[in-house]
Structure formats: C-alpha cells, structure tokens
C-alpha cells in the first residue's frame, strides 16, 4: 500500500508562495496520474491540479489557474505544487492524492479518481 506524506504548508500573507510537496512511498507512482485536492472549514473538498504520469499534461481549476503549477520528479516519487500570488480563499487543507494508472488528466478532476490519500498540510493565507 502507498503512503503519501505531504509537507510545505504554513502561513502566508496574501500575494506570497508556498510550494507544497507529496513523497510517496511503498511502491511508484510512476504510472499513476496524481492530484492535488484542498478542503476549506465548512465546505465539501475541491480539487485543485491534476498531473498526468509523464507530466506532459495538467489540469487546474478555475480558481487557481494561472497562479498554481502542479509538478513531478518520477525518480523521486514525489509531486509538487507550486503555489503563487496566494489569496485568503485559497486557505485550506491541502491533499496529495494517488489517482490509477495513465488516468487522462480530463477525467482525474473527481475525488473518486483516487484510490490514496496524503494526511494533509495546512495552509493559510492571511490577508
């Protein structure tokens, strides 16, 4: 079974950056599309970013598209979510998610794409 440990989050004031990691561990992830979802208090978890396994396509939502870039190193096992010109909505719980293997980035924007799941790091943006 994998193990997904995300770490980088904190506090931030509003217009900063933050660069959230996703180590995996237990088996590669090499083939696996992989995603980035975020849950705020009081509202249903979204999703943020999507990477294919190559890293040749991404997906992003609306809300962060522009300011955010998800990333992979396939020889490290590990995702990354380069955050930028951080707002106060974009405070939240992030996750690092496992989706299946060569999952077209158009379908992994659902969280039934993803069969693992990281803890979670918080992020917060003070404004």
């Known amino acids: 079974q994998v193990q997904l440990v995300e770490s980088g989050g904190g506090l931030v004031q509003a217009g900063g950056s933050l660069r959230l990691s996703c180590a995996a561990s237990g088996r590669t992830l090499s083939r696996n599309t992989m995603g980035w979802f975020r849950q705020a208090p009081g509202k249903e978890r979204e999703f943020v970013a999507c990477?294919?396994?190559?890293?040749?396509?991404?997906r992003y939502a609306d809300s962060v598209k522009g300011r955010f870039a998800i990333s992979r190193d396939n020889a490290k096992n590990t995702v990354y979510l380069q955050m930028n010109s951080l707002k106060a909505e974009d405070t939240a719980v992030y996750y690092c998610?496992?989706?299946?293997?060569?999952?077209?980035?158009?379908?992994?924007?659902?969280?039934?794409?993803?069969?693992?799941w990281g803890q979670g790091t918080q992020v917060t943006v003070s404004s």
């Open positions: 998610a496992a989706g299946r293997e060569y999952t077209p980035t158009y379908y992994a924007t659902l969280a039934g794409q993803y069969d693992d």
């Open positions: 990477i294919n396994w190559s890293g040749g396509s991404t």
